[in-house]
T-cell receptor, first 118, second 115 residues
Framework: AQKITQTQPGMFVQEKEAVTLDCTYD???????LFWYKQPSSGEMIFLIY??????QNATEGRYSLNFQKARKSANLVISASQLGDSAMYFC???????????????FGAGTRLAVHP | DGGITQSPKYLFRKEGQNVTLSCEQN?????MYWYRQDPGQGLRLIYY???????QKGDIAEGYSVSREKKESFPLTVTSAQKNPTAFYLC??????????????FGDGTRLSIL
């Protein structure tokens, strides 16, 4: 069964507008963490933001925020005031605590390609 | 600056040939990982290593081999048994015993193609 689902293969947004990238996950663990990474065309994976399953508030990092709805098992990334440099692939990933003990296994979704238009 | 260096950036393999992808880190991290990325797909784990001289298979280890002789280095060999090696390969690392909120640090990747 797919553990991380990103239903939007591609998204378009106008510069300076906000955009939401969807991510739903499946786990039976009570303790888990959710990560978002950005992958520009050059290929490197850039860590953006983290949300823990026990965090009471939605995570925020600058223009990035997470809309975390635990009951719905969703962790959508919101990018505010989009910039041309935000054009990239975006990946949602999950780490389940049952795999802890030094082994930081991440399960990745298929990604969403975001294009920011001027 | 600390980071992960992957080389080469581009690599071409002939039929029946083994090739080795290099991954070096100066972050003093204990755990290292190799991922494969195919177009339109997320990353899939090939191998991981938590300490020197120890490594474990990930989800798609067939046709690949690794070694971990030094803490800083985790080379990946794509063997001739890997029939579809064309992909983007990413190396990552984390401190050992990292907490659940510890993100993995990634290199810039190696793009492997078949001649």
């Amino acid at each position: 069964a797919q553990k991380i689902t990103q239903t939007q293969p591609g998204m378009f947004v106008q510069e300076k507008e906000a955009v939401t990238l969807d991510c739903t996950y499946d786990t039976s663990d009570q303790s888990y963490g959710l990560f978002w990474y950005k992958q520009p065309s050059s290929g490197e994976m850039i860590f953006l933001i983290y949300q823990g399953s026990y965090d009471e508030q939605n995570a925020t990092e600058g223009r990035y925020s997470l809309n975390f709805q635990k009951a719905r098992k969703s962790a959508n990334l919101v990018i505010s005031a989009s910039q041309l440099g935000d054009s990239a692939m975006y990946f949602c990933a999950m780490r389940e605590d049952s795999f802890s003990g030094g082994y930081n296994k991440l399960i990745f979704g298929a990604g969403t390609r975001l294009a920011v238009h001027p | 600056d600390g980071g992960i260096t992957q080389s080469p950036k581009y690599l071409f393999r002939k039929e029946g040939q083994n090739v080795t992808l290099s991954c070096e880190q100066n972050l003093n991290h204990d755990a290292m990982y190799w991922y494969r990325q195919d177009p339109g797909q997320g990353l899939r784990l090939i191998y991981y290593s938590q300490i020197v001289n120890d490594f474990q298979k990930g989800d798609i280890a067939e046709g690949y081999s690794v070694s971990r002789e030094k803490k800083e280095s985790f080379p990946l060999t794509v063997t001739s048994a890997q029939k579809n090696p064309t992909a983007f390969y990413l190396c990552a690392s984390t401190p050992l015993g990292s907490t659940i909120n510890q993100p993995q640090h990634f290199g810039d990747g190696t793009r492997l193609s078949i001649l």
